[in-house]
């Protein structure tokens, strides 16, 4: 029996949940609700925003055909290195516990909910999982990262995961000032008391 066949199953699994949580969903119900749309990657709101868009593009279809390839053909089409057991099932319910912080941030900040930066004024969201961290969407991205490396531990994995954390820092620093040309005193006060992506860490200076 394989050992890797709960994983090719599961892992497209995650990668549909992940899709359909953060991309889908969102974006229709704030649609419907407020008829204003999420996506904002597109624009040229701030300097590289629209540079980011295209990168977060790429790197979500390149992991999306990494994950697809190792479900269809097996784990020797992507180099699949030898790794213990248990490192798989660990990695598959990493991923779903970072798809679970996404689906209950982007639902705790409403109508501020954006994938990307817009120009409209947002209000600040400092309660839920923002009250102990500034990014939770992108802690759940990084674990949800994490847990493919674990699942999936290869050469293109790492390197497509260290991508994508590499993108998601820069794009929090774009996102840190436009919010604090927004928001002034208030963002730089609540960013010296919460921590970016882990309570604690990465708190900015006053």
């Given at each position: 029996m394989d050992p890797f066949a709960p994983t090719r199953v599961l892992l497209p699994l995650l990668l549909l949940a992940f899709v359909a949580v953060l991309l889908v969903w969102p974006v229709l119900r704030l649609r419907r609700e407020t008829g204003v749309w999420a996506v904002t990657l597109h624009r040229g709101t701030t300097r590289g925003n629209r540079l980011m868009g295209l990168v977060f593009l790429a790197l979500?279809?390149?992991?999306?055909?990494?994950?697809?390839?190792?479900?269809?053909?097996?784990?020797?089409?992507?180099?699949?290195?030898?790794?213990?057991?248990?490192?798989?099932?660990?990695?598959?319910?990493?991923?779903?516990?970072?798809?679970?912080?996404i689906a209950v941030a982007q639902r705790q900040m409403g109508r501020s909910f954006r994938i990307g930066i817009d120009d409209a004024r947002t209000e600040l969201v400092r309660q839920g999982l923002f009250a102990r961290v500034r990014n939770p969407i992108y802690s759940g991205l990084l674990a949800i990262l994490l847990g493919v490396a674990l699942a999936v531990p290869c050469a293109a994995s790492l390197l497509l995961g260290g991508a994508a954390v590499a993108a998601i820092a820069v794009h929090t620093?774009?996102?840190?000032?436009?919010?604090?040309?927004q928001h002034g005193e208030a963002y730089r006060a609540y960013a010296a008391e919460v921590g970016r992506f882990l309570p604690g860490v990465g708190r900015l200076r006053a």
């Amino acid at each position: 029996m394989d050992p890797f066949a709960p994983t090719r199953v599961l892992l497209p699994l995650l990668l549909l949940a992940f899709v359909a949580v953060l991309l889908v969903w969102p974006v229709l119900r704030l649609r419907r609700e407020t008829g204003v749309w999420a996506v904002t990657l597109h624009r040229g709101t701030t300097r590289g925003n629209r540079l980011m868009g295209l990168v977060f593009l790429a790197l979500v279809l390149a992991l999306s055909v990494l994950i697809v390839r190792f479900s269809v053909y097996g784990p020797g089409s992507v180099g699949v290195w030898a790794a213990p057991p248990a490192l798989a099932p660990a990695g598959l319910l990493l991923g779903a516990a970072g798809l679970l912080v996404i689906a209950v941030a982007q639902r705790q900040m409403g109508r501020s909910f954006r994938i990307g930066i817009d120009d409209a004024r947002t209000e600040l969201v400092r309660q839920g999982l923002f009250a102990r961290v500034r990014n939770p969407i992108y802690s759940g991205l990084l674990a949800i990262l994490l847990g493919v490396a674990l699942a999936v531990p290869c050469a293109a994995s790492l390197l497509l995961g260290g991508a994508a954390v590499a993108a998601i820092a820069v794009h929090t620093r774009l996102e840190e000032r436009h919010l604090l040309a927004q928001h002034g005193e208030a963002y730089r006060a609540y960013a010296a008391e919460v921590g970016r992506f882990l309570p604690g860490v990465g708190r900015l200076r006053a």
